[in-house]
């Protein structure tokens, strides 16, 4: 039977008013209750915050109003000590009227000192800062997922329960778009322990949603979605399944990567709730996040399915000379296992003629330049290939991104190309420039059989003799051009002064130079060292380069050579004021048979040997030429070779 309703709070109003006064106009809830805990008064932050008017509860029992069931022995502990003249503190939990829990900060503290014949109770409502908490545990839960996971499948069921275990909340499901099928497709379901709800989950498992049915809703809008009551919403497909599991309140959230949604993330409670904006704005910002983490694990996925399925060879490699990754075309093509190359400097498998090009390159990469090359690599069984490189870097993170294509059929297929155009231009190259000289010996030496001058005669042999002598030096010139290129040649090395060897060039074309009125001046460095070469190829050398500043430069010209050390090696060098060289024309001014267009206008009867067999003695001294011209303005010709041993 109820106790008689007891007039609202006559000791506090009649002995005590001001302290009335005070706990009124207190923003805390405050509640006040007699011994037997029944209501005196309350103040109007109670009324708010649980739901009763003080009129309505006066006299009733507080138990019965709003303590859970499960929370009555630790209320009637509270209750007793406060009786007893003890202050006492608790989190709990409390009822509201329309049966709602709430957490709350309780105090229970005595009216008066000793033993209390009344207790004034106050409430701080926690819900912020449990909604605090638990959108932070959420957020903690996904950041947590997302680190541990590779995919969205991978990171699915901990997304599901880290979220659903945060805010208390007992299902969750997650959505992908299907954009082939233009659906929603299920990929993973989360129940607490505890929760039967296995028709709910084989529905929502076997179910694809179109876009605006279902989670499709939130799918179409973009936005979060809040139902109250899923077991009361018509439109909720799956409510005969969640009426069985015991589900009510549910809200979803979209999965958002620039601005289109990619899935939908959904979660479901036991409880009749209201809508929660805060909850929702925070959940946005997780989708936003789970969106971008798809973005990116797509992107990831991508980049793995072509490094594995790539038939080019694709490969990750840092400045400091090792491969990072490679795919399996390295091991098709090269023969070497992804950890043979991982451990190798993958300089040492660069032939050895193309590392100083690839060094180049690699230098330039390291200032951000995209780079393409090619060289040869070592294989596996001692053989090499040619690789075609395309590669660029980022400097800031010493990596370097490449693709190679294998090009050694392309390479076989162009040397056999060349080789057979080499092989038609010298034939052509023999049937013209021999086929001439001998028809002219012929045509002189039948002139002098007829004349019946002898000293017509004698000026005739002499003319077929200087053809045979040309005739001759350009047979003499074959012959080094094919042993140096075959490597056949036997070099002699012997102490050379350059000094020296100059000199005795220019005694032997003197006549050339008094006939054209060149000035020839010669500035050799005085402390020279010697050089270990042979002494006539080098010669050879000198003499065609100083032989062809005499030749194209206009009579009256001035030819300058200089010698000189730097303590790498030996520098020669010729410039003239000649008739120059086209800039078109000087990439191919050491190719073999190449004269440059200008030059045929000065002299019909050379052939393009005596640069290239320039170059050939050069490099095979171990040294470099090169050339610097402008036309009409003469020539400079350099080239350097290294000293002898000892001298550098």
């Not at 507080?62 to 209750?79: D, F, G, K, R």
């Not at 100083?356 to 690599?377: H, I």
């Not at 001998?438 to 005669?457: H, Q, T, V």
Request: glycine fraction near 8%; proline fraction near 4%; charge should be negative.
């Amino acid at each position: 039977m109820q106790p008689p309703l007891a007039r609202p709070g006559p000791g506090v109003h009649e002995h005590d008013t001001r302290l009335g006064s005070l706990i009124r106009a207190n923003p805390l809830a405050i509640l006040v209750v007699d011994a037997e805990n029944r209501v005196e008064m309350c103040n109007a932050a109670f009324e708010t915050l649980f739901g009763y008017r003080e009129a309505e509860i006066a006299g009733i029992g507080i138990e019965s109003l709003i303590v859970p069931p499960e929370h009555a022995e630790e209320a009637a502990a509270l209750s007793r000590r406060g009786l007893d003249g003890q202050s006492s503190q608790s989190v709990t939990r409390r009822r509201r009227k329309d049966g709602t829990l709430v957490d709350v900060e309780l105090t229970i503290s005595p009216l008066g000192d000793g033993p209390a014949t009344r207790t004034y109770n106050i409430y701080r409502d926690l819900t912020e800062q449990r909604r605090t908490e638990h959108h932070l545990r959420a957020q903690y839960a996904v950041v947590e997922a997302l680190a541990q996971s590779s995919t969205i499948e991978d990171a699915a069921p901990r997304v599901l329960r880290g979220v659903a275990e945060a805010v208390g909340w007992q299902v969750g499901a997650m959505w992908i778009v299907d954009k082939t099928a233009n659906q929603l497709k299920c990929i993973d379901l989360w129940r607490a322990a505890g929760v039967d709800a296995r028709l709910f989950e084989a529905e929502t498992r076997a179910h694809r949603f179109p876009r605006g049915v279902g989670p499709g809703r939130t799918w179409a809008m973009g936005t979060p979605a809040w139902i109250v009551d899923v077991t009361k919403a018509e439109h909720f497909s799956r409510r005969a399944g969640a009426q069985a599991a015991g589900l009510h309140a549910a809200f979803s959230f979209p999965m958002m990567l620039e601005g289109e949604v990619v899935g939908v993330v959904e979660f479901f409670t036991s409880t009749v709730l209201e809508s929660d904006d805060t909850s929702l704005r925070m959940f946005a910002a997780l989708g936003q996040q789970l969106g971008e983490f798809i973005g990116r694990s797509r992107t990831q996925e991508q980049f793995e399915r072509f490094f594995t399925m790539s038939q080019d060879l694709l490969c990750i490699a840092g400045f400091d000379g090792y491969f990072k990754r490679v795919n399996e075309a390295w091991s098709r093509v090269l023969g070497y296992t992804a950890p043979e190359l991982l451990a190798e400097p993958y300089m040492n498998l660069v032939h050895l003629d193309d590392r100083d090009t690839a060094q180049v390159e690699m230098a330039r990469l390291a200032t951000g330049d995209a780079v393409t090359m090619e060289n040869r690599w070592r294989c596996r069984d001692g053989s090499y290939k040619w690789l075609f490189w395309n590669a660029i870097a980022k400097p800031e993170e010493h990596i370097i991104y490449a693709v190679a294509r294998d090009d050694t059929v392309y390479q076989a297929d162009h040397q056999l190309k060349e080789t057979l155009k080499m092989r038609h231009d010298f034939v052509s190259f023999v049937t013209h420039q021999l086929r001439t000289p001998l028809s002219g010996i012929k045509w002189m030496l039948d002139l002098a059989s007829n004349a019946e001058n002898p000293e017509e005669a004698k000026s005739y042999i002499q003319d077929a003799r200087e053809s045979g002598d040309r005739l001759i030096g350009l047979v003499n010139d074959l012959l080094h051009v094919s042993r140096l290129e075959s490597g056949k040649l036997q070099v002699i090395l012997e102490r050379v002064q350059l000094p020296e060897l100059t000199q005795q060039v220019l005694r032997d074309v003197a006549a050339l130079v008094r006939e054209k009125g060149h000035k020839v001046v010669v500035d050799a460095d005085p402390t020279l060292p010697d050089a270990m070469l042979d002494r006539e190829l080098l010669q050879q050398a000198i003499l065609n380069l100083v032989s062809n500043a005499i030749k194209y430069t206009p009579p009256g010209g001035r030819i300058d050579i200089r010698i000189f050390h730097d303590g790498d090696g030996l520098h020669w060098s010729i410039r003239d004021s000649g008739i120059g060289i086209p800039q078109a024309g000087q990439a191919r001014l050491f190719e073999k048979f190449y004269r440059a267009d200008n030059a045929l206008t000065v002299d019909t009867e050379a052939v393009g040997l005596g640069l290239y067999l320039v170059r050939l003695i050069v490099e095979r001294f171990g040294g470099t030429i090169a050339c610097e011209s402008e036309e009409g303005q003469g020539t400079l010709f350099h080239f350097a070779v290294p000293v002898a041993p000892g001298e550098r």
